[in-house]
Protein backbone atom coordinates (compact mmCIF):
# COMPACT_ATOMS: atom_id res chain seq x y z
CA UNK A 1 0.00 0.00 0.00
CA UNK A 2 1.05 3.35 -0.66
CA UNK A 3 1.38 6.13 2.20
CA UNK A 4 0.30 9.35 1.56
CA UNK A 5 3.59 10.61 1.83
CA UNK A 6 4.69 9.16 -1.55
CA UNK A 7 1.39 10.35 -2.98
CA UNK A 8 1.79 13.89 -1.96
CA UNK A 9 5.18 13.22 -3.61
CA UNK A 10 4.20 12.64 -6.71
CA UNK A 11 2.09 14.88 -7.02
CA UNK A 12 4.18 17.61 -5.96
CA UNK A 13 6.59 15.60 -8.90
CA UNK A 14 4.04 15.67 -11.35
CA UNK A 15 3.74 19.11 -10.81
CA UNK A 16 7.16 20.14 -11.09
CA UNK A 17 8.55 18.14 -13.99
CA UNK A 18 5.33 17.12 -15.72
CA UNK A 19 3.50 13.57 -15.66
CA UNK A 20 1.07 12.21 -18.70
CA UNK A 21 -1.42 14.86 -18.78
CA UNK A 22 0.36 18.38 -18.04
CA UNK A 23 3.85 19.84 -18.24
CA UNK A 24 4.68 21.05 -15.10
CA UNK A 25 5.53 23.43 -13.84
CA UNK A 26 9.79 23.93 -14.78
CA UNK A 27 8.62 22.79 -18.13
CA UNK A 28 5.72 25.48 -17.97
CA UNK A 29 7.69 28.07 -16.72
CA UNK A 30 11.00 27.27 -18.52
CA UNK A 31 8.05 27.32 -22.06
CA UNK A 32 6.69 31.15 -21.15
CA UNK A 33 10.46 32.24 -20.38
CA UNK A 34 11.67 31.16 -23.67
CA UNK A 35 8.94 31.98 -26.02
CA UNK A 36 8.52 35.62 -24.32
CA UNK A 37 12.32 35.61 -24.60
CA UNK A 38 11.72 34.88 -28.62
CA UNK A 39 8.82 37.31 -28.66
CA UNK A 40 10.52 40.09 -27.00
CA UNK A 41 13.47 39.89 -29.67
CA UNK A 42 10.90 39.37 -32.40
CA UNK A 43 9.33 42.31 -31.60
CA UNK A 44 12.63 44.75 -30.70
CA UNK A 45 12.52 46.71 -33.84
CA UNK A 46 8.78 47.72 -33.25
CA UNK A 47 9.36 48.55 -29.76
CA UNK A 48 12.18 50.70 -30.78
CA UNK A 49 10.72 52.06 -33.23
CA UNK A 50 6.95 52.95 -31.61
CA UNK A 51 9.33 54.43 -28.04
CA UNK A 52 12.00 56.10 -30.43
CA UNK A 53 9.15 57.82 -32.62
CA UNK A 54 7.77 59.17 -29.04
CA UNK A 55 11.39 60.94 -28.41
CA UNK A 56 11.61 64.61 -28.16
CA UNK A 57 14.77 66.35 -29.88
CA UNK A 58 16.36 66.97 -26.49
CA UNK A 59 14.94 63.03 -25.43
CA UNK A 60 17.40 61.70 -28.58
CA UNK A 61 20.51 63.58 -27.50
CA UNK A 62 20.77 62.46 -23.66
CA UNK A 63 22.32 59.18 -23.21
CA UNK A 64 20.48 58.53 -20.23
CA UNK A 65 17.02 58.43 -21.64
CA UNK A 66 16.95 54.89 -23.62
CA UNK A 67 13.50 53.15 -22.85
CA UNK A 68 11.50 55.23 -21.26
CA UNK A 69 10.90 59.01 -22.95
CA UNK A 70 10.34 61.84 -20.24
CA UNK A 71 7.69 63.22 -21.97
CA UNK A 72 5.18 61.83 -24.80
CA UNK A 73 6.18 63.79 -27.64
CA UNK A 74 3.54 64.19 -30.55
CA UNK A 75 6.01 66.64 -32.58
CA UNK A 76 7.62 63.88 -34.65
CA UNK A 77 4.29 62.48 -35.77
CA UNK A 78 3.07 65.98 -36.42
CA UNK A 79 5.71 66.18 -39.20
CA UNK A 80 5.73 62.88 -40.35
CA UNK A 81 2.05 63.16 -40.93
CA UNK A 82 2.80 66.07 -43.31
CA UNK A 83 6.11 65.21 -45.04
CA UNK A 84 3.65 61.80 -45.71
CA UNK A 85 0.83 63.92 -47.05
CA UNK A 86 -0.39 61.12 -45.00
CA UNK A 87 -4.56 61.67 -46.11
CA UNK A 88 -3.75 61.52 -49.67
CA UNK A 89 -1.22 58.46 -49.96
CA UNK A 90 -3.24 57.11 -46.80
CA UNK A 91 -6.51 57.01 -49.53
CA UNK A 92 -4.36 56.10 -52.87
CA UNK A 93 -2.33 53.28 -50.70
CA UNK A 94 -5.29 52.01 -50.00
CA UNK A 95 -7.24 52.16 -53.22
CA UNK A 96 -4.09 50.56 -54.72
CA UNK A 97 -4.24 47.36 -52.43
CA UNK A 98 -7.95 46.91 -52.47
CA UNK A 99 -9.15 46.78 -55.93
CA UNK A 100 -6.27 44.56 -57.77
CA UNK A 101 -6.85 42.31 -54.43
CA UNK A 102 -10.34 41.79 -55.01
CA UNK A 103 -10.06 41.82 -59.18
CA UNK A 104 -7.44 38.78 -58.44
CA UNK A 105 -9.09 37.16 -55.97
CA UNK A 106 -12.37 36.81 -58.35
CA UNK A 107 -9.97 35.79 -61.34
CA UNK A 108 -7.76 33.18 -58.99
CA UNK A 109 -10.97 31.41 -57.94
CA UNK A 110 -12.18 30.75 -61.69
CA UNK A 111 -8.57 29.67 -62.79
CA UNK A 112 -8.64 27.74 -59.53
CA UNK A 113 -12.27 26.10 -60.24
CA UNK A 114 -11.03 24.86 -63.70
CA UNK A 115 -7.92 23.12 -62.49
CA UNK A 116 -9.82 21.61 -59.49
CA UNK A 117 -13.12 20.37 -61.45
CA UNK A 118 -12.28 19.36 -64.84
CA UNK A 119 -9.85 17.39 -66.59
CA UNK A 120 -8.21 19.21 -69.78
CA UNK A 121 -4.75 18.53 -72.00
CA UNK A 122 -2.13 20.45 -70.77
CA UNK A 123 -3.29 20.85 -66.96
CA UNK A 124 0.30 20.12 -65.98
CA UNK A 125 2.03 22.15 -68.55
CA UNK A 126 -0.21 24.98 -66.73
CA UNK A 127 0.36 24.22 -63.15
CA UNK A 128 4.39 24.34 -64.36
CA UNK A 129 3.74 27.73 -65.82
CA UNK A 130 1.80 29.05 -62.81
CA UNK A 131 4.93 28.30 -60.72
CA UNK A 132 7.25 29.70 -62.81
CA UNK A 133 5.22 33.02 -62.67
CA UNK A 134 5.93 32.63 -58.81
CA UNK A 135 9.60 31.88 -59.62
CA UNK A 136 10.50 34.58 -62.08
CA UNK A 137 12.22 37.84 -60.56
CA UNK A 138 9.97 40.93 -60.89
CA UNK A 139 12.72 42.69 -62.99
CA UNK A 140 12.79 39.84 -65.90
CA UNK A 141 9.67 41.80 -66.76
CA UNK A 142 8.78 44.60 -65.71
CA UNK A 143 11.31 46.82 -68.51
CA UNK A 144 9.27 46.19 -70.83
CA UNK A 145 5.99 46.34 -69.17
CA UNK A 146 6.73 49.32 -68.40
CA UNK A 147 7.83 50.62 -71.73
CA UNK A 148 4.51 49.23 -73.03
CA UNK A 149 2.75 51.55 -70.32
CA UNK A 150 4.34 54.94 -71.05
CA UNK A 151 3.69 54.12 -75.01
CA UNK A 152 0.16 53.76 -74.09
CA UNK A 153 0.02 56.44 -71.39
CA UNK A 154 -0.69 54.46 -68.31
CA UNK A 155 2.43 54.79 -66.19
CA UNK A 156 0.97 56.70 -62.97
CA UNK A 157 -2.46 55.14 -63.75
CA UNK A 158 -3.74 53.16 -60.84
CA UNK A 159 -4.11 50.82 -64.59
CA UNK A 160 -0.81 49.88 -64.66
CA UNK A 161 -1.89 47.10 -61.36
CA UNK A 162 -5.02 46.59 -62.21
CA UNK A 163 -4.69 45.30 -65.68
CA UNK A 164 -2.11 42.49 -64.95
CA UNK A 165 -4.46 41.41 -61.45
CA UNK A 166 -7.47 41.53 -64.25
CA UNK A 167 -5.78 38.66 -66.25
CA UNK A 168 -4.39 36.56 -63.18
CA UNK A 169 -0.81 38.12 -63.49
CA UNK A 170 -1.36 39.73 -60.38
CA UNK A 171 1.26 40.47 -57.33
CA UNK A 172 2.00 36.60 -55.97
CA UNK A 173 -0.81 35.27 -57.78
CA UNK A 174 0.04 31.49 -58.02
CA UNK A 175 -0.24 31.46 -54.41
CA UNK A 176 -3.77 32.46 -54.37
CA UNK A 177 -4.87 30.08 -57.55
CA UNK A 178 -2.97 27.64 -54.98
CA UNK A 179 -5.41 28.13 -52.16
CA UNK A 180 -8.42 28.22 -54.88
CA UNK A 181 -7.49 24.99 -55.99
CA UNK A 182 -6.88 23.67 -52.98
CA UNK A 183 -10.39 24.58 -51.62
CA UNK A 184 -12.54 23.38 -54.69
CA UNK A 185 -10.43 20.59 -54.97
CA UNK A 186 -11.74 19.47 -51.17
CA UNK A 187 -15.48 20.44 -52.86
CA UNK A 188 -17.51 16.97 -52.66
CA UNK A 189 -18.64 16.40 -56.20
CA UNK A 190 -21.76 14.85 -55.36
CA UNK A 191 -23.55 18.36 -54.74
CA UNK A 192 -21.98 19.30 -58.59
CA UNK A 193 -23.19 16.07 -59.90
CA UNK A 194 -26.77 17.05 -58.30
CA UNK A 195 -26.90 20.32 -59.57
CA UNK A 196 -25.95 18.73 -63.14
CA UNK A 197 -28.94 16.65 -62.92
CA UNK A 198 -31.42 19.62 -61.98
CA UNK A 199 -30.18 21.30 -65.09
CA UNK A 200 -27.80 23.26 -63.93
CA UNK A 201 -25.28 24.80 -66.31
CA UNK A 202 -21.07 24.69 -65.78
CA UNK A 203 -20.90 28.94 -65.04
CA UNK A 204 -24.16 28.38 -62.68
CA UNK A 205 -22.54 25.65 -60.65
CA UNK A 206 -19.63 27.51 -60.20
CA UNK A 207 -21.81 31.06 -59.29
CA UNK A 208 -24.29 28.82 -56.84
CA UNK A 209 -22.68 26.09 -55.29
CA UNK A 210 -18.69 26.53 -55.18
CA UNK A 211 -18.19 29.78 -54.64
CA UNK A 212 -20.47 29.91 -51.59
CA UNK A 213 -18.68 27.06 -50.04
CA UNK A 214 -15.24 29.49 -50.77
CA UNK A 215 -15.64 32.22 -48.94
CA UNK A 216 -12.72 31.29 -46.27
CA UNK A 217 -10.41 31.39 -49.37
CA UNK A 218 -12.05 34.57 -50.85
CA UNK A 219 -11.17 36.02 -46.98
CA UNK A 220 -7.80 34.85 -46.85
CA UNK A 221 -6.69 35.75 -50.47
CA UNK A 222 -8.13 39.30 -49.75
CA UNK A 223 -6.63 40.06 -46.82
CA UNK A 224 -2.91 38.68 -47.84
CA UNK A 225 -3.23 39.92 -51.25
CA UNK A 226 -4.07 43.60 -49.74
CA UNK A 227 -1.22 43.50 -47.37
CA UNK A 228 0.93 42.66 -50.12
CA UNK A 229 -0.28 45.39 -52.68
CA UNK A 230 0.43 47.43 -49.29
CA UNK A 231 3.79 46.85 -49.21
CA UNK A 232 4.97 45.97 -52.72
CA UNK A 233 7.08 49.18 -53.74
CA UNK A 234 9.24 47.47 -56.47
CA UNK A 235 6.77 47.70 -58.85
CA UNK A 236 4.55 50.52 -57.54
CA UNK A 237 7.93 52.64 -58.02
CA UNK A 238 7.99 51.71 -61.34
CA UNK A 239 5.07 52.02 -62.72
CA UNK A 240 3.16 54.83 -60.23
CA UNK A 241 6.04 57.39 -59.66
CA UNK A 242 4.75 60.78 -61.20
CA UNK A 243 1.15 59.71 -60.30
CA UNK A 244 -0.60 58.02 -58.06
CA UNK A 245 1.55 58.23 -54.65
CA UNK A 246 1.12 55.46 -52.07
CA UNK A 247 2.33 55.75 -48.56
CA UNK A 248 5.16 52.92 -49.14
CA UNK A 249 6.65 55.28 -51.99
CA UNK A 250 6.61 58.27 -50.00
CA UNK A 251 8.77 56.63 -47.49
CA UNK A 252 11.03 55.14 -49.51
CA UNK A 253 11.96 59.01 -50.81
CA UNK A 254 11.00 60.57 -46.75
CA UNK A 255 14.64 62.29 -46.19
CA UNK A 256 13.99 64.14 -49.87
CA UNK A 257 10.60 65.20 -49.25
CA UNK A 258 11.13 66.52 -45.73
CA UNK A 259 13.97 68.81 -46.84
CA UNK A 260 11.87 70.16 -49.37
CA UNK A 261 9.38 70.97 -46.54
CA UNK A 262 11.69 71.84 -44.42
CA UNK A 263 14.55 73.03 -45.55
CA UNK A 264 18.11 71.67 -43.95
CA UNK A 265 20.08 75.28 -43.97
CA UNK A 266 17.02 77.46 -43.12
CA UNK A 267 14.80 75.50 -40.30
CA UNK A 268 16.27 75.63 -36.20
CA UNK A 269 18.05 72.43 -34.69
CA UNK A 270 14.76 71.28 -33.52
CA UNK A 271 12.97 71.25 -37.06
CA UNK A 272 15.75 69.20 -38.70
CA UNK A 273 15.27 65.29 -40.04
CA UNK A 274 16.28 63.46 -36.78
CA UNK A 275 15.76 59.86 -36.41
CA UNK A 276 12.69 59.90 -34.36
CA UNK A 277 10.51 61.51 -37.33
CA UNK A 278 11.85 59.10 -39.72
CA UNK A 279 10.23 56.26 -37.43
CA UNK A 280 7.35 58.38 -36.78
CA UNK A 281 6.90 57.91 -40.32
CA UNK A 282 7.44 54.47 -40.39
CA UNK A 283 5.55 53.69 -37.78
CA UNK A 284 2.39 56.12 -39.12
CA UNK A 285 3.53 53.95 -42.42
CA UNK A 286 2.35 50.47 -41.12
CA UNK A 287 -0.12 51.45 -39.04
CA UNK A 288 -2.91 50.96 -41.07
CA UNK A 289 -1.84 47.29 -41.24
CA UNK A 290 -1.28 46.78 -37.72
CA UNK A 291 -5.69 47.92 -37.65
CA UNK A 292 -6.23 45.44 -40.15
CA UNK A 293 -3.50 42.46 -38.52
CA UNK A 294 -5.21 42.99 -34.87
CA UNK A 295 -8.86 43.17 -35.99
CA UNK A 296 -8.62 40.26 -38.49
CA UNK A 297 -5.54 38.38 -36.62
CA UNK A 298 -7.70 35.04 -36.57
CA UNK A 299 -7.92 34.64 -40.30
CA UNK A 300 -4.31 35.65 -40.79
CA UNK A 301 -2.96 32.98 -38.09
CA UNK A 302 -5.39 30.23 -39.04
CA UNK A 303 -5.50 31.34 -42.92
CA UNK A 304 -2.88 28.00 -43.72
CA UNK A 305 -5.81 25.48 -41.52
CA UNK A 306 -8.94 26.97 -43.36
CA UNK A 307 -7.77 27.44 -46.64
CA UNK A 308 -5.94 23.62 -46.64
CA UNK A 309 -3.06 24.91 -48.63
CA UNK A 310 -0.52 22.65 -47.11
CA UNK A 311 -2.79 19.64 -48.25
CA UNK A 312 -0.98 16.95 -50.12
CA UNK B 1 -24.41 -2.99 -77.24
CA UNK B 2 -23.30 -0.37 -79.67
CA UNK B 3 -19.79 0.76 -78.80
CA UNK B 4 -18.84 3.03 -81.45
CA UNK B 5 -21.41 5.19 -80.11
CA UNK B 6 -20.93 4.43 -76.71
CA UNK B 7 -17.46 5.49 -77.64
CA UNK B 8 -18.28 8.71 -79.33
CA UNK B 9 -20.62 10.17 -76.30
CA UNK B 10 -17.60 9.53 -73.90
CA UNK B 11 -15.24 11.48 -76.27
CA UNK B 12 -17.89 14.23 -75.96
CA UNK B 13 -18.13 14.05 -72.59
CA UNK B 14 -14.44 14.32 -72.02
CA UNK B 15 -14.03 16.88 -74.50
CA UNK B 16 -17.07 19.19 -73.75
CA UNK B 17 -15.39 18.99 -70.12
CA UNK B 18 -12.17 20.16 -71.89
CA UNK B 19 -13.50 22.70 -73.29
CA UNK B 20 -15.41 24.09 -70.13
CA UNK B 21 -11.73 23.64 -68.52
CA UNK B 22 -9.64 25.86 -70.72
CA UNK B 23 -12.80 28.42 -70.62
CA UNK B 24 -11.93 28.36 -66.76
CA UNK B 25 -8.21 29.23 -67.08
CA UNK B 26 -8.34 31.05 -70.71
CA UNK B 27 -8.05 34.11 -68.64
CA UNK B 28 -4.97 33.18 -66.79
CA UNK B 29 -3.08 31.86 -70.43
CA UNK B 30 -3.85 35.18 -72.25
CA UNK B 31 -2.23 36.93 -69.31
CA UNK B 32 0.24 34.80 -69.08
CA UNK B 33 1.36 35.25 -72.78
CA UNK B 34 1.12 38.94 -72.41
CA UNK B 35 2.19 40.04 -68.67
CA UNK B 36 4.55 37.42 -68.68
CA UNK B 37 5.92 35.34 -71.17
CA UNK B 38 5.98 38.13 -74.18
CA UNK B 39 7.83 40.62 -71.23
CA UNK B 40 10.41 37.71 -70.39
CA UNK B 41 11.40 37.17 -74.21
CA UNK B 42 11.30 40.80 -74.71
CA UNK B 43 13.52 41.26 -71.53
CA UNK B 44 15.64 38.25 -73.05
CA UNK B 45 15.96 39.97 -76.57
CA UNK B 46 17.17 43.48 -74.90
CA UNK B 47 19.66 41.80 -72.94
CA UNK B 48 21.23 40.92 -76.66
CA UNK B 49 21.44 44.33 -77.16
CA UNK B 50 22.60 47.89 -76.31
CA UNK B 51 19.32 49.87 -75.59
CA UNK B 52 18.67 53.14 -76.45
CA UNK B 53 15.05 54.75 -75.33
CA UNK B 54 14.08 58.61 -76.97
CA UNK B 55 11.51 60.37 -76.77
CA UNK B 56 10.04 59.07 -79.99
CA UNK B 57 11.39 55.38 -80.01
CA UNK B 58 13.33 52.69 -78.69
CA UNK B 59 16.33 51.95 -80.63
CA UNK B 60 18.88 48.39 -80.32
CA UNK B 61 21.76 47.67 -81.16
CA UNK B 62 22.82 43.95 -81.48
CA UNK B 63 25.74 43.61 -79.37
CA UNK B 64 25.56 39.58 -79.04
CA UNK B 65 26.63 38.31 -75.46
CA UNK B 66 28.03 41.22 -74.71
CA UNK B 67 26.16 42.19 -71.60
CA UNK B 68 26.70 39.19 -69.89
CA UNK B 69 30.13 39.28 -70.40
CA UNK B 70 30.24 42.58 -69.08
CA UNK B 71 28.27 41.33 -66.06
CA UNK B 72 30.39 38.38 -64.90
CA UNK B 73 34.21 39.18 -66.36
CA UNK B 74 33.97 43.55 -66.14
CA UNK B 75 31.72 44.74 -63.46
CA UNK B 76 33.07 44.57 -60.24
CA UNK B 77 30.39 45.41 -57.83
CA UNK B 78 27.60 42.72 -59.85
CA UNK B 79 29.94 39.23 -58.95
CA UNK B 80 30.42 40.54 -55.42
CA UNK B 81 27.10 41.44 -54.69
CA UNK B 82 25.65 38.32 -56.48
CA UNK B 83 28.29 36.41 -54.47
CA UNK B 84 27.09 38.16 -51.06
CA UNK B 85 23.44 37.18 -52.13
CA UNK B 86 24.05 33.79 -52.37
CA UNK B 87 26.18 33.54 -49.00
CA UNK B 88 23.17 35.47 -47.55
CA UNK B 89 20.41 33.33 -48.71
CA UNK B 90 22.45 30.06 -47.85
CA UNK B 91 22.95 31.18 -44.35
CA UNK B 92 19.18 32.51 -43.72
CA UNK B 93 17.40 29.45 -45.51
CA UNK B 94 18.69 27.21 -42.29
CA UNK B 95 18.22 29.80 -39.86
CA UNK B 96 14.77 30.58 -40.92
CA UNK B 97 13.49 26.58 -41.44
CA UNK B 98 15.09 25.60 -37.89
CA UNK B 99 13.46 28.92 -35.72
CA UNK B 100 10.30 28.30 -37.73
CA UNK B 101 10.40 24.91 -37.37
CA UNK B 102 11.40 25.58 -33.25
CA UNK B 103 8.64 27.96 -32.99
CA UNK B 104 5.78 25.88 -34.73
CA UNK B 105 6.69 22.83 -32.53
CA UNK B 106 6.30 24.78 -29.06
CA UNK B 107 2.88 26.69 -31.01
CA UNK B 108 1.49 22.89 -30.85
CA UNK B 109 1.94 22.07 -27.28
CA UNK B 110 -1.03 23.33 -25.40
CA UNK B 111 -1.09 25.94 -23.25
CA UNK B 112 -2.45 29.48 -22.39
CA UNK B 113 -1.72 32.41 -24.27
CA UNK B 114 -0.90 30.40 -27.01
CA UNK B 115 -2.83 32.48 -29.88
CA UNK B 116 -1.24 35.39 -28.55
CA UNK B 117 2.23 34.23 -29.31
CA UNK B 118 1.08 33.14 -32.75
CA UNK B 119 -0.25 36.67 -33.30
CA UNK B 120 3.22 37.99 -32.40
CA UNK B 121 4.91 35.29 -34.45
CA UNK B 122 2.91 36.16 -37.44
CA UNK B 123 3.14 40.06 -37.42
CA UNK B 124 5.89 40.47 -39.11
CA UNK B 125 4.58 39.35 -42.41
CA UNK B 126 1.93 41.98 -42.66
CA UNK B 127 4.40 45.06 -41.79
CA UNK B 128 7.74 44.05 -44.00
CA UNK B 129 7.94 46.78 -47.02
CA UNK B 130 11.01 47.79 -48.16
CA UNK B 131 10.86 51.14 -47.03
CA UNK B 132 10.02 50.26 -43.52
CA UNK B 133 12.70 47.30 -43.40
CA UNK B 134 15.23 50.01 -44.72
CA UNK B 135 14.55 52.88 -42.37
CA UNK B 136 14.98 49.98 -39.33
CA UNK B 137 17.90 48.67 -40.62
CA UNK B 138 19.60 52.28 -41.36
CA UNK B 139 18.89 53.11 -37.27
CA UNK B 140 20.41 49.73 -36.43
CA UNK B 141 16.75 48.13 -35.04
CA UNK B 142 17.04 45.15 -36.84
CA UNK B 143 20.42 43.64 -35.37
CA UNK B 144 20.36 41.45 -32.37
CA UNK B 145 19.54 43.64 -29.42
CA UNK B 146 22.87 44.97 -28.03
CA UNK B 147 25.34 42.99 -29.64
CA UNK B 148 26.06 44.30 -33.47
CA UNK B 149 27.08 47.64 -31.97
CA UNK B 150 29.54 46.42 -29.14
CA UNK B 151 33.08 47.03 -29.13
CA UNK B 152 34.19 43.80 -28.54
CA UNK B 153 32.20 42.00 -31.49
CA UNK B 154 33.04 45.12 -33.90
CA UNK B 155 37.25 43.83 -32.41
CA UNK B 156 36.29 40.01 -33.72
CA UNK B 157 34.72 41.04 -36.68
CA UNK B 158 38.21 43.14 -37.76
CA UNK B 159 39.99 39.80 -36.86
CA UNK B 160 38.39 37.50 -39.28
CA UNK B 161 39.22 37.26 -42.80
CA UNK B 162 37.62 38.97 -45.25
CA UNK B 163 34.84 36.40 -46.88
CA UNK B 164 34.18 35.50 -43.27
CA UNK B 165 33.68 38.82 -42.03
CA UNK B 166 30.67 39.88 -44.69
CA UNK B 167 28.55 36.73 -43.95
CA UNK B 168 28.98 37.00 -39.96
CA UNK B 169 28.09 40.55 -39.82
CA UNK B 170 25.31 39.93 -41.93
CA UNK B 171 24.27 37.36 -39.53
CA UNK B 172 24.49 39.99 -36.81
CA UNK B 173 23.07 43.18 -38.15
CA UNK B 174 20.34 41.48 -39.66
CA UNK B 175 19.60 38.70 -37.30
CA UNK B 176 15.82 40.10 -36.26
CA UNK B 177 15.36 40.51 -39.93
CA UNK B 178 16.06 37.02 -41.00
CA UNK B 179 13.90 36.03 -38.34
CA UNK B 180 11.21 38.10 -39.34
CA UNK B 181 11.03 36.32 -43.27
CA UNK B 182 9.37 33.08 -41.23
CA UNK B 183 6.00 33.95 -40.16
CA UNK B 184 4.50 32.13 -43.09
CA UNK B 185 6.96 29.09 -42.28
CA UNK B 186 6.22 28.71 -39.13
CA UNK B 187 2.40 28.65 -39.62
CA UNK B 188 2.51 26.05 -42.77
CA UNK B 189 4.83 24.36 -40.65
CA UNK B 190 2.10 24.44 -37.84
CA UNK B 191 -0.38 23.41 -39.90
CA UNK B 192 1.23 19.95 -40.87
CA UNK B 193 2.38 19.30 -37.62
CA UNK B 194 -1.09 19.21 -36.70
CA UNK B 195 -2.02 16.71 -39.37
CA UNK B 196 0.31 14.11 -38.04
CA UNK B 197 -1.62 11.23 -36.66
CA UNK B 198 -1.55 11.42 -32.85
CA UNK B 199 -1.59 7.48 -32.51
CA UNK B 200 1.71 7.16 -34.00
CA UNK B 201 3.10 9.07 -30.99
CA UNK B 202 1.00 6.74 -28.27
CA UNK B 203 2.16 3.69 -30.07
CA UNK B 204 5.83 4.85 -29.79
CA UNK B 205 5.37 6.01 -26.30
CA UNK B 206 3.97 1.91 -25.79
CA UNK B 207 6.96 0.78 -27.49
CA UNK B 208 8.97 2.36 -24.81
CA UNK B 209 10.53 5.90 -27.58
CA UNK B 210 11.03 8.68 -25.82
CA UNK B 211 10.04 12.26 -26.76
CA UNK B 212 13.32 13.02 -27.89
CA UNK B 213 13.50 9.45 -30.20
CA UNK B 214 9.54 10.30 -31.23
CA UNK B 215 10.74 13.84 -32.82
CA UNK B 216 13.42 12.66 -34.83
CA UNK B 217 11.60 9.20 -35.96
CA UNK B 218 8.19 10.74 -36.06
CA UNK B 219 7.90 14.29 -36.47
CA UNK B 220 10.68 15.43 -38.62
CA UNK B 221 10.75 12.78 -41.52
CA UNK B 222 6.71 13.69 -41.34
CA UNK B 223 8.00 17.12 -42.11
CA UNK B 224 10.34 16.56 -45.12
CA UNK B 225 7.41 17.86 -47.95
CA UNK B 226 6.73 20.72 -45.70
CA UNK B 227 10.44 21.75 -45.04
CA UNK B 228 11.09 21.47 -48.71
CA UNK B 229 8.13 23.68 -49.27
CA UNK B 230 9.46 25.97 -46.91
CA UNK B 231 12.73 26.08 -48.40
CA UNK B 232 11.41 27.54 -51.66
CA UNK B 233 8.56 29.74 -50.33
CA UNK B 234 12.10 31.63 -48.25
CA UNK B 235 14.50 31.57 -51.39
CA UNK B 236 12.11 32.97 -53.55
CA UNK B 237 11.02 35.68 -50.76
CA UNK B 238 14.40 36.24 -49.90
CA UNK B 239 15.11 36.44 -53.62
CA UNK B 240 12.04 39.04 -54.38
CA UNK B 241 12.78 41.30 -51.34
CA UNK B 242 12.86 44.73 -52.86
CA UNK B 243 15.47 45.52 -50.16
CA UNK B 244 17.88 42.92 -51.90
CA UNK B 245 21.46 44.24 -52.97
CA UNK B 246 21.46 43.01 -56.04
CA UNK B 247 17.75 44.19 -57.35
CA UNK B 248 18.50 47.37 -56.22
CA UNK B 249 21.76 47.40 -58.22
CA UNK B 250 20.22 45.71 -61.30
CA UNK B 251 17.48 48.98 -61.02
CA UNK B 252 20.06 51.19 -60.35
CA UNK B 253 21.67 50.39 -63.62
CA UNK B 254 18.63 50.44 -65.49
CA UNK B 255 18.58 54.18 -65.27
CA UNK B 256 22.17 54.60 -64.99
CA UNK B 257 24.13 55.92 -68.20
CA UNK B 258 26.73 53.84 -68.51
CA UNK B 259 24.21 51.12 -67.72
CA UNK B 260 20.91 51.17 -69.63
CA UNK B 261 18.14 48.61 -70.00
CA UNK B 262 20.25 46.00 -72.29
CA UNK B 263 23.04 45.90 -69.61
CA UNK B 264 20.40 45.75 -66.64
CA UNK B 265 18.17 42.67 -68.64
CA UNK B 266 21.33 40.95 -69.15
CA UNK B 267 21.75 40.85 -64.90
CA UNK B 268 18.52 40.00 -64.42
CA UNK B 269 18.86 36.73 -66.72
CA UNK B 270 21.81 35.90 -64.67
CA UNK B 271 20.28 36.62 -61.45
CA UNK B 272 17.12 34.37 -62.49
CA UNK B 273 19.56 31.62 -63.42
CA UNK B 274 21.10 31.49 -60.15
CA UNK B 275 18.10 31.97 -58.35
CA UNK B 276 16.90 28.66 -59.98
CA UNK B 277 20.35 27.17 -59.30
CA UNK B 278 19.99 27.65 -55.72
CA UNK B 279 16.08 26.36 -55.96
CA UNK B 280 17.43 23.57 -57.52
CA UNK B 281 20.20 22.72 -54.89
CA UNK B 282 18.10 23.30 -52.02
CA UNK B 283 15.27 21.10 -53.60
CA UNK B 284 17.96 18.08 -54.36
CA UNK B 285 19.60 18.35 -50.81
CA UNK B 286 16.16 18.26 -48.87
CA UNK B 287 14.59 15.24 -51.18
CA UNK B 288 18.61 13.22 -50.67
CA UNK B 289 18.37 14.06 -47.15
CA UNK B 290 14.61 12.60 -46.54
CA UNK B 291 15.30 9.68 -48.83
CA UNK B 292 18.49 8.69 -46.49
CA UNK B 293 15.52 9.36 -43.36
CA UNK B 294 13.47 6.94 -45.04
CA UNK B 295 15.46 4.10 -45.37
Redesign the interface.
Given at each position: MRSLKTLNLDAAKGFLFGSRSS?GLIF?LL??L??IA??F??????L??LV?SLKSPSDLLNPMVQWVPTELYTGNYEKAYLVLDYPNTLVSSILISVVPSLIQAI?CS??G???A?????G?NL?FM??L??????????????M?TYKQFGLLGSSLSLI??A????GYKSAIF?LIFYQTFLSLPKVLEEAARLDGAS?LKI?TSIALPSAAPAFIVSIIFSI?WY?????LTI?FLEGGVQTL??Q??K?TQAYENMYPPGVVNIFDRLN?AI??S??FL??LP??L???VL?KW??E???RT???G? | MNLPRFFRNEMRHSTREALYGYGFVFIWVIGFAVFTLAPLAQTFYYSLNQVTVSATEIHLDSVKWANYTRALFTDPNFIELLVGYIIQTLISVPIIIIFSMVIALFLNLGFKFKGLFRTIFFLPVVITSGPVIAELTSQGATSAPGIAQSAAVTEFLMQLPRYLRNPVEYLLTSFILILWFSGVQILIYLASLQKIDKNIYEAAAIDGASPWEAFWKITLPSLSTTTLINAIYTIITLSHFSENKVIKYVSGQTYAVDGGIGYASAMSFIYFSVLVALLAIVYLFITMQSKKDAE
Open positions: YSLYLLIGVYLYPLFMTVLVYGLRYRFWKLLIATFIIPAQNTVIPQLLPLVGQIDFVWNETYIPMLAFEKLGTNILLMYFQFVSIEGITE | -
